[in-house]
């Protein structure tokens, strides 16, 4: 069997959800010839879809070598490391995407990605200039509005995680919230309401809590 009709049926497996057969005859035609990107790209994809993000980084890293200049594989690469738990090569491969000229259409998501990554390690200043960045191609989703809540409020609120230990999740609004302030009812309003600000899209709203918390949402800057 060609390379070509190896990678139809590949896709035709991944169409179908058929992640395991698409994986095995992806992995066919990079025996066929391994010159090419695509049979890596494919199972890649496959390896992702059956929640094997660390094989599926193996696969994207190779088919990044192959093809060095296609900013859409390091897209993937970018998106499997994220799944891996690997921020910092998460921003590498997400720049070199953009740097590649990867689709416009995966432009506002690697933001996005980007985004959580800066929030995670509590640099909200970026993190707020990248979900604009995102805006300017996907428009204001509902995860933009979710995630520009969170770091004004915790940003003005002085919440930083540098020790994760001390910190944990909101059940609702998925915020990182200090365990020492969780129990104090600042903070239980501070996050009840990033909950109802988030459910009404009501940013502005947020000010009546910044003023509480004696800050203001005009001091966070959306400029590099």
């Known amino acids: 069997m060609n390379y070509e009709k190896l990678i139809s049926d590949v896709n035709l497996a991944f169409a179908g959800n058929q992640f395991e057969v698409s994986l095995k005859k992806a992995q066919e035609a990079i025996n066929k010839d391994d010159s090419k990107a695509e049979g890596y790209v494919c199972a890649g994809k496959a390896a992702l879809s059956l ?37 910092s090569k998460t921003v590498q491969s997400l720049t070199r995407a953009l740097e590649s000229n990867c689709d416009t259409s995966v ?17 909200y200043g970026n993190a707020l200039t990248n979900l604009s960045q995102a805006e300017d191609y996907i428009g204001l989703d509902y995860e933009i509005l979710q995630q520009r809540a969170v770091c004004l409020l915790l940003c003005s609120a002085g919440l930083y995680p540098h020790d994760k230990r001390t910190f944990k999740r909101c059940g609702r609004c998925r915020i990182c919230i200090s365990e020492r302030t969780c129990r104090g009812s600042r903070q239980n309003r501070l996050c009840g309401n990033t909950c109802q600000y988030i459910r009404s ?14 800050a203001d949402s005009s001091n966070v800057s959306y400029q590099i």
Do not use: C, P, R
């Open 51 to 87: 929640g094997s993000a660390e094989m599926a980084e193996h696969y994207f890293k190779t088919a990044t070598e192959k093809d060095k200049n296609n900013g859409n594989i390091f897209f993937l690469l970018g998106y499997a490391q994220a799944m891996s738990g690997h921020s």
């Open 107 to 123: 432009k506002g998501q690697i933001y996005k990605m980007i985004s959580m990554i800066n929030t995670e390690q509590g640099d």
């Open 201 to 214: 899209g009501n940013v502005g709203g947020m000010d009546n809590d910044l003023s509480y918390l004696g």
